[in-house]
Structures are given as C-alpha cells and as structure tokens.
C-alpha cells in the first residue's frame, strides 16, 4: 500500500495553506473563466501562466490544475442558461442543458452538472492514483490506427443512434467534416481549402467559433423566432431546499449518464491524441445509445447533461496523465502546463514520478480537494446563475450577442473569427429550420482533425491496406464494434421489412 | 508664479539633457501598448514554450513598461504568422517567435509574398540542434547498425516526423540521400506526438530536438545515435555527429525573435537592449543548458547575412526533396 501512503503525503502537501489558497482561489477563477463563452481553460491557463513563477513548482501547477479544474466546472454555466457553450469542452452540455434551462429547470441542469463534474473528477482522480504508470503504457499502444478506430467508433455512436434523421445526420457528419479540412494539411505539408484565399483559414476553422457560432448565435435567433421575444425563461425562486430537491433528482435520473461519462472520459483523456471535448461528445453519443429512453435526449434529459460534464472533469484529470508521465500533451491546456514545467524545471516523462514524486503526489493530493472545493463554490454560485434568467429575453438575446461576439473575439484576437460566428450563426438557424441535425456537424468538426490524419497515417504505414483496421489486436475489435453500430439500423430496416414480408 | 514654472521647466530640461549618455536610442522609446507577441507554431512545441519562457522571464523581472502579450498564430506552418508580421498595421509592437519555418514556408509557399530578409533582426536566443533516435527495444546502438538494419527492411523501415518539408523532414531526406536509404516517412503534427509514437514503437526512429526526446531518453527508452550539430553536445558526449562520418551536413532550428518588416530603429534598439537582457540572464542561460540549445549570439548584421545564408540553403535542402 505505497501508493496509499503516497496519496496521504500529496493530500496534505495539497492542504498546506498556501497551497490550499491558491486551489480556492484557482477554481473560482476557472469557474468565471469557464463560464466566459470563448474562454476556456486553455486561456485561462495561459494567461495566469506567468503568475505561477512567484510561488514554488509544486503549488504553481496546483493553482493551474485548479483553474483547470474549475473551469471544467464553469463551462457547464453558459451552456446551461444562455446555450452558448463556456468552452469547447462543454458544448455536448448545452444540447440537454439548454432545453431544461427553457423548461424553468435551469437549477436542475446546473446541479446535475456540478455533481456529475465531482463524480468524474473523482472517479478518474481514483484511477490516476491508482495505475498511473500501467495506463501509461496502454496509452503508448495507442498508435494511429487505433485512434481512428476510436473516431470510427465516435462517429458510429452518433449515426447509429437511431431516431434522428439519418440521411440528415450523415449530411451534417460530412459538412462538418469538410469544414474540418480547411487550413494546413499536416499529411502533405501544403495549405488547403483556403476559402477565396482569405488568410484567416490559413489556421483552419476553430471549433469554438463554430459552437459559439451554432449554439450562441444560431440559438438566439431560433429562440427569438419561436418565440418573438415574448417568454422570460424562469424558475424565480431558489432556496436550500429546492436545491436539496434538484440534487435528489440529478442522482436519480443523472447517475447513469454520470457513471459512462466518468469512466469513458478518463479513457479518451489518457489518449495523448484526445482531450477532454471529445471525451464529452462521445460520452453522451454512448449515453443516448445505452439509454432506455433516448428519445428525451436533446429535449432536456438530466442523464444527457451528466454524461458531458463528468466526463469533461474526468477527461480533464486523464490528459493529465500522459502529460505527467509521457511529457505528451492529451489537450490543448495541458500542453500549456507542460510548457510550464518545463520553465519551472521539471522534465514531464517517465522519471517523473521516480524524481519528483513529491511534486507528482502533491498534484495528485490537490485533485481531490480541488475537487471538493470546485463542487461546493460551484453549487453555492447556483442560485447567482439562476438569477441571471429571470431576466426577459429582450436583455437576455442582446446580452448573448455581445458575450459571443466578445468571448469569440478574446479567444483568438482575429476579426476573421468574428465574421465566421455571424455566419455560422445564421447556417446554423437555416439548418435547424430544415431539420437538420447540428450536434453531427460539431462533432465532426471536432473528430475530423483527429479522424483525418490518424486514418491517412495509417494507411502510409499498412502501404494503403486497409486491413490494418482489423488486423490489429486494439483496434480491431474497436472498427467492427463501429462498423456493427453504423450498420444498425440499416439491418434494423432490413428485419422489419421481412417481418412485413412474412406477415 | 509663471517665472517659477519656466525656471522649473528649463531646470527639468536642462537636467534631462545634462543626464543623457550614450544609450540615449535606447532609451528614449518605449512601447507605447502591449506588445504583440506571435508565435509562428501552435501551443506547446518549442517555439511556444521559449516564447512562454521568456515573456515569464520579462514578467517576473518587470522587464518592460507594457506587457508582451503570446498569440499562436501557427496556421499554414507558420504561414499565418509571417503575413500577419508582414501586414503589421503597428510594426513597432508587432514581434515573432521564430522557428525554421520561418524559412521553409516563404519558399514552399511563394504565393504569400513573403521576404524574410525584410523582417527586422532582433536577438537570436539560441539554435536547437537534431539528433536521430532509435528506440532501446531495437537493439541498434550504433548508427552503422542502424544503416544497415534500414537497408535490410528495403522501404519497410517506418520513421515518423513532422510533415514534408518541415525541419526533420529534410534532415531525414539529407541522411537518406547519403546514405541511399529507402525510408516510410509519416507526418505527425507536433515533435510531442512522434516522440509518444517512438515510445510506442508505433515508429521506429526519430529525427527530434533533444528537449522533446529528454524525458524518453533519461528513462532509458530512447537511444540517440547521430547528432546534427556542427560538434559533439555536452549533453551527449558519446554520439557522434554526421560531420564526424564525413558528410558536411549540420542542421538546427533558429531560436530567434524577429521584428516586422518596417519597424523603427529606435523600436528594435530597445527591444534588442530587452531581450539581451533576458539572453544574459540567469534563467535564459539555465534554460540553454537544460533543453540542449547551442548559443550563437549575432549582432544585427550578422543575423542579416546568416539569414541570407539560410534562405538560400534551405532552397536548394527543399529544391532535393520535391
């Protein structure tokens, strides 16, 4: 039982009271950074970056690590009650998070999300202490076909759902696909789709100006066409005892979806390639599709909202992982920490956690409390939250317009940005007129930079045999489980048809 | 009352003019707004974690009157970066983080219009030399064995790298042209992800910088065989260097921060007077050592004529790829 009293070492490292201090503060900050539309960890880290060097390495990551953290939990803020996603990691929170906030159960949504955030959160810091070093290697096994088997998978678990239009689903698939390839193809080293040759997509289409654009936007104008401006979207009073109510309900009917996001989560986050969006747009793909009811999925289903974001929180603590012990980055912030080791001194790798152990387990140690500290700031901030829509929707849609635009702006500093939020806005408000599914499109954008050059990869290194899907121990299984979930219903159709035939 | 003004204005002056020696250029410009800060690669590779470096270095110390402000602007291999320097609307606070993209793409994509002999030098801080890695579980320990292994494997051998016509791509074109070698290259977008693949042996070698290798190698997983650098590195002693085996070939990629084209003297004297500081630094010169960077500080005209220099070999290096 080392790793026991490892863990305790860390775990009090984690409590001195400058460390302590630093985590409090640290997950207030991520938490109003979080919950930014357009800044996301990835800024926040960023930007408080230079701080760390007045106080030691051991505390400097662990304030980073609770802004992290706290902006894991923040993401879910916006999404929730204006439906413009806090960060890219929150985006899946929005598609149940939002219509519950439209039903008046905004409290509902918010508490699921902060208590599914601690379940993950916990749950992958549980395993991070664990078996680190063995995820690790399982985690190297990870080459390129494995990972598009993976994207295979995410893709599957989106078509194959059922339900949903098909046809329309796979057109949203493909568009976000090739929205995906514009910019740098990695493969061939030469610019591609540079749309009439404007520079901004030279650097490709960032997926949070197409969520802020989608959700931010697009759902501003839906809501304002429903509606015409006439409805205040409220649950006017909060007290202690309905957010007792609301916890009871969240467990009752988010434990599930808490439970596939947590541990599917961590697994994607542990991939080097991954990071935490993925994580959470696959976690609830495989939600819906376990679901005995998918049909409540998109239209406000707690299970829906605790899937994204605890596996955003667990994702977010796996990434650490091959950071720690690979010095690979498994998301964007976590290259940015890496970076900060680095100035700070450490080498991120395999001696890591031989050389500076006490640096790793005092990390490890203030997971666990940053955690604690991230669940109750972020549900004692509930009722604030709350507050904001009581407002009417005539202050509230002008109010998005300008925190897109602004947030849109601040995460990459570039007008280009700002013209592609507006018009995506406004696809985005045809597409969901005609009925086409958005949640593809975004996941394609997402997945298709990972999909694309993982599948191109391995095909150089099978010479062009595709059997390199199949004939690999990892992912073989991984492409037919895919294969079997794209062709579900196609076969589901098929069985009817004869049961038609025979009847 | 007015007089007393006068005679403290002329005083003010007087005392000015009296106190004003020789680094006067230096002194009499000041960034006027946060000084824009571009990275030309994305988040988390070497350029980003020495532009991250220094920008901490300038902050901790309280360097600078305004703040530098990081921006990746990695699009289109650095692409994105050169025409945003090359259009800066305020060339005066408009500074680049290079690396050696900063060469290549201008050539592999003349469309931009880029000239990078416009651009203003400011420091060099460092150049950050190759060297080719095998994994242990190979069993090459030598760079012989490992020409000979990949002759055996006849176009078999798998190596990965960061795309076609980036840095590892044409040492590894320059190896395998002299030593008539059939290799499978593999572009991965960042040198983090090959060197995770190499652990994995989903590849079997690398060309990588040594800092991102580091990790790997001091757990005993990497083994270096050849070094890229004109001499034997410190870090390194007992890996010899491709020059030793005879071929006249040394790469590294530049470590420098460059100025817009355009940019006023004064502008890049202080920014030169800046960033010199933080290169005689305590914490700079750690840095140099620990991530195996050579130095080769030059002086304004030098860094003209290495960039010529540069320009033109990296021309004909890209001319023998394609």
Known sequence: MEVLSFLASGVLTALEPI???????????GLFIGAMPGLGSVNGVAILLPITFLVPPASAIIFLAAIYYGAMYGGAISSVTLGIPGASTAVATTFDGRPLALQGRASLALVTAALASFVGGTVATVFFSLFAPLLATVALNFGPPEIFALMLLAFATFVGLGGDDIPKTIFSICFGLVLATVGFDTISGEP???????????????????AIGVYGIGEMLWTIEQTRGE???TNPKMTVKG????AKEAVRRGWKGTWIGSLLGFFVGVLPAA????????????????SKTPEEYGHGSPDGVAAPEAANNSASTGSMLPMLTLGIPGSPTTAILLGGMVIWGLTPGPRLFIDESEFVWGLIGSFYISNLAAVLINLAFIPLFVWMLRMPFTILAPLIFVLSIVGGFAASRSMHDLWLI??????AFFMRKFDYPLAPAVLAIVLGPIAEPTLRQSLLLSSGDPAIFFTRPIAGPITVIAIILILLPAIKLLRRKGRVATS | MKLSKRLFLGLAVGSTLATLPMSALAQDWEPTRPVDFTIMAGSGGGADQIARFVQSVVEANDMTNRPLIPTNRGGGSGAEALLHLKDARDPDHTLMVTLNSFYTTPIRQEGLGVDVEQFTPITMMGVDPFVLWVHKDSGITTFEQYIETVREMNGEYVMGGTGSGQEDSIVIAYMSGAYDLDIKY???DGGGAVAKDLAGQQIMATVNNPAEAKGFYEAGDFVPLLAFSDERMDAYPDVPTLKEKGHDFSYYNQRAIVGAPGMSDQAAAYYRDLFGKVYEGDDWQTYLVSESLSPLPMDEAETRAYWATQVENHRKLLSEID
């Open chain 1, 243 to 246: 957010l007792a109510s609301d």
């Open chain 1, 231 to 233: 409805i205040t979207t």
């Open chain 1, 422 to 427: 507006v018009i995506f806005g406004l696809g």
């Open chain 1, 275 to 290: 990071g935490a969006t993925p994580g959470s747009l696959m976690s609830y793909g495989v939600a819906k599709m376990v």
């Open chain 2, 186 to 188: 593999i572009p991965y």
């Open chain 1, 192 to 210: 591609r789709l540079v749309l009439f040759d404007i520079q901004g997509f030279l650097r490709g289409i960032g997926f949070i100006v197409l």
């Open chain 1, 19 to 29: 460390n302590l201090g630093l985590i409090l503060i640290g997950v207030t900050v």
